[in-house]
């Protein structure tokens, strides 16, 4: 796992979308247990209390919860992971047609750039 | 309580005023960087805190108390000069500590001194400017304290050594204690921050939380300060 | 923390001072083996030069001591090392009482060890009646015994030593007050306030003069061995608290400057 920051954003919010991106595409794994909070700190590099705030704002996404004792895990909750999956999809379709638009393409043709794309389908890794 | 308050907290060096009227509150748990320019005040301040200066008027308590012997005992303090004994080796180092700091952890420091592969025998005075600074950063944290007072540990060193800093300052604290680090290399450091106390001049031009700052002005600390210095440079003109 | 802090102090010191040991002590050595050999003319020249030699190393390790310690109480309070000692979790009077006992320590060995190495060069059976026979005149006039007599010779000399260490330290500690010529102001207070001294004892003693005709007759004229010996013994003592209470004195001055806070560069 890498971790990259911009400075010019809250360093929490930035966890909260690698973690998140993490989690739906599978790096780390459906109910899986998470590392202490100082441990994923020192993994990522960042300020203990940046690391604790972002678990939290994952926790009220329900993307993990807190076992008493146990520490932390990725939910099991198939359904839910797939909702901020297709919710990243949206959001990154959102972003070229923006893009696009800003080129002075339409979306049918910003799509049909994307259907003539060349070469061999990639694997998701 | 706070950890570190001041209360008009001025410094004058012959008559020329140093730090004008500080007023400042520092919290447990967090890691706060100490910000501005070469000569703005920010070794004064640490100075004070650390009993190493007197203030002119006003008083800075730790924990409620003035400094002394009991808040030496919690606060971890790292100054830019090499204050050890030239004659020493680390490892005489690493037993002074153990004999006056209780909270001072020996197989710590002689884990971090392998892991910075520093020769355990070889005389202080012997050793380059960066291998000092390495040597006392381990003894600094080593230490079990609830305040780390680090003034400028990245200066001076390569971009390389310095995320092996900023690592082992992270990895080594203890949970609840705070860092107090003062910087004018506001890039490197900024990621790890919680708090942002700016000093210009003597006096405390910002004191905020560092998502707070970013959130609001829509830009890195270090672009934030680099126009507010572009903004006085104008106005001056 | 007091033993931590003297036993850090002491190691620090002893190592300099050692060299001059070990030299004043070889050299000594080296003198009496060249100056035993009788019949060669190179050898009694070299003996000569290493006796010269010797004694140099004996009393400048004297003064070298001295210096060392102003150099290090100045290091340790006031420059880089300060940084360390001042965020010790010690008390500062601990501090300035640590290195006031190694002051008083190492003034003791290097004045033993001086002695050890002059006994080493100069003994001889001649050199040792001389010694005493001057030494049991001198007792005779005074009215005392020898081993007395050599006590208070040793004690007045350590006084002299530790006051003199004293006034050092309370001249490092107020030069170090200001902002400015922090060297400069150390030794010129350092000096005034030892001549200030000077000038008070002999004001005392002035005094005391006023009401003993005696004793004022003994600082006007030079007549040795004709003096009345109850004068001498009683400005000999006056002389010994007069240097206590100094002594105690600087002590408490520079312990005090010291509670009110440093102001380090």
């Given at each position: 796992m890498n971790f990259v920051f911009d400075n010019d954003r809250p360093i929490y919010i930035q966890l909260v979308e690698q973690l998140e991106k993490y989690i739906v595409s599978g790096k780390i794994g459906v109910g899986e247990r998470l590392p202490s909070v100082r441990e994923l700190a020192l993994l990522t590099k960042?300020?203990?209390?940046?690391?604790?705030?972002?678990?939290?704002?994952?926790?009220?996404?329900?993307?993990?919860?807190?076992?008493?004792?146990?520490?932390?895990?990725?939910?099991?909750?198939?359904?839910?992971?797939?909702?901020?999956?297709?919710?990243?999809?949206?959001?990154k379709t959102e972003k070229y047609l923006k893009d696009m638009a800003e080129l002075g393409f339409g979306r049918k043709e910003a799509s049909a750039y994307i259907m003539n794309v060349e070469g061999e389908e990639n694997e998701p890794d | 309580m706070n950890l570190i308050e001041c209360k008009d907290l001025c410094k004058e060096f012959d008559g020329k005023p140093v730090l004008k009227n500080v007023n400042l509150k520092i919290e447990s748990g967090r890691i706060i960087g100490l910000l501005g320019k070469n000569g703005a005040g920010k070794t004064t301040l640490i100075k004070i805190i650390n009993d190493l200066l007197t203030p002119t008027s006003g008083e800075v308590l730790i924990e409620g108390k003035k400094p002394g012997v009991e808040s030496k005992a919690v606060i971890s303090y790292l100054p830019e000069r090499t204050y050890l004994n030239p004659d020493m080796t680390p490892g005489q180092a690493i037993s002074f500590f153990h004999d006056f700091y209780s909270d001072f952890d020996t197989e710590r420091a002689e884990r971090l001194l392998q892991d910075m592969n520093l020769d355990k025998n070889q005389k202080i005075s012997k050793m380059s400017k960066g291998m000092r600074e390495k040597l006392q950063?381990?003894?600094?944290?080593?230490?079990?304290?609830?305040?780390?007072?680090?003034?400028?540990?990245?200066?001076?060193?390569?971009?390389?050594?310095?995320?092996?800093?900023?690592?082992?300052?992270?990895?080594?604290?203890?949970?609840?204690?705070?860092?107090?680090?003062?910087?004018?290399?506001?890039?490197?450091?900024?990621?790890?921050?919680?708090?942002?106390?700016?000093?210009?001049?003597?006096?405390?031009?910002?004191?905020?939380?560092?998502?707070?700052?970013?959130?609001?002005?829509?830009?890195?600390?270090d672009e934030y300060f680099r126009r507010y210095y572009d903004v006085r440079k104008t106005d001056k003109i | 923390?007091?033993?931590?802090?003297?036993?850090?102090?002491?190691?620090?010191?002893?190592?300099?001072?050692?060299?001059?040991?070990?030299?004043?002590?070889?050299?000594?050595?080296?003198?009496?083996?060249?100056?035993?050999?009788?019949?060669?003319?190179?050898?009694?020249?070299?003996?000569?030069?290493?006796?010269?030699?010797?004694?140099?190393?004996?009393?400048?390790?004297?003064?070298?001591?001295?210096?060392?310690?102003?150099?290090?109480?100045?290091?340790?309070?006031?420059?880089?090392?300060?940084?360390?000692?001042?965020?010790?979790?010690?008390?500062?009077?601990?501090?300035?009482?640590?290195?006031?006992?190694?002051?008083?320590?190492?003034?003791?060995?290097?004045?033993?060890?001086?002695?050890?190495?002059?006994?080493?060069?100069?003994?001889?059976?001649?050199?040792?009646?001389?010694?005493?026979?001057?030494?049991?005149?001198?007792?005779?006039?005074?009215?005392?015994?020898?081993?007395?007599?050599?006590?208070?010779?040793?004690?007045?000399?350590?006084?002299?030593?530790?006051?003199?260490?004293?006034?050092?330290?309370?001249?490092?500690?107020?030069?170090?007050?200001?902002?400015?010529?922090?060297?400069?102001?150390?030794?010129?207070?350092?000096?005034?306030?030892?001549?200030?001294?000077?000038?008070?004892?002999?004001?005392?003693v002035f005094v005391i003069g006023l009401f003993q005709p005696e004793v004022m007759n003994l600082i006007k004229t030079v007549n040795f061995g004709m003096d009345p010996v109850w004068a001498i013994k009683l400005l000999m003592y006056a002389g010994i608290g007069i240097y206590i209470v100094y002594s105690i004195g600087y002590y408490i001055l520079g312990e005090k400057v010291l509670e009110k806070g440093v102001n380090v560069d």
């Open positions: 960042v300020n203990p209390n940046t690391m604790q705030k972002a678990l939290m704002e994952l926790e009220t996404e329900k993307l993990i919860y807190t076992e008493r004792t146990n520490g932390k895990f990725v939910t099991t909750d198939q359904t839910l992971i797939q909702r901020h999956k297709e919710k990243f999809a949206e959001e | 950063l381990l003894l600094v944290m080593s230490r079990d304290a609830r305040l780390y007072v680090l003034d400028e540990p990245l200066g001076g060193v390569d971009p390389a050594t310095r995320d092996y800093i900023l690592d082992t300052i992270l990895s080594n604290f203890k949970e609840g204690a705070s860092i107090l680090i003062s910087t004018h290399l506001i890039s490197d450091i900024e990621r790890i921050l919680d708090d942002v106390i700016f000093i210009d001049e003597g006096e405390i031009a910002l004191s905020v939380s560092a998502d707070e700052l970013r959130v609001n002005e829509n830009e890195s600390i | 923390m007091l033993g931590k802090l003297i036993k850090y102090d002491l190691k620090g010191i002893i190592r300099p001072l050692s060299v001059f040991y070990i030299l004043g002590v070889t050299f000594s050595v080296l003198a009496r083996i060249f100056n035993e050999v009788q019949n060669s003319i190179i050898f009694q020249v070299v003996g000569k030069i290493t006796t010269v030699i010797a004694t140099c190393i004996i009393i400048s390790s004297l003064l070298f001591c001295l210096v060392q310690l102003w150099a290090r109480f100045e290091r340790g309070l006031f420059k880089d090392e300060a940084y360390l000692t001042h965020t010790l979790p010690v008390k500062i009077q601990t501090i300035y009482a640590s290195k006031c006992i190694v002051g008083l320590i190492s003034t003791v060995t290097t004045m033993v060890i001086a002695l050890l190495s002059l006994f080493i060069g100069y003994y001889s059976e001649e050199n040792l009646q001389a010694v005493r026979s001057s030494l049991e005149l001198t007792a005779g006039i005074y009215d005392t015994t020898v081993v007395r007599l050599l006590l208070l010779v040793a004690f007045v000399s350590l006084l002299e030593a530790v006051f003199i260490m004293l006034v050092g330290y309370a001249g490092i500690v107020l030069g170090y007050r200001s902002n400015k010529n922090k060297n400069i102001r150390s030794v010129t207070i350092g000096v005034g306030l030892y001549l200030a001294m000077q000038v008070l004892t002999l004001g005392i």
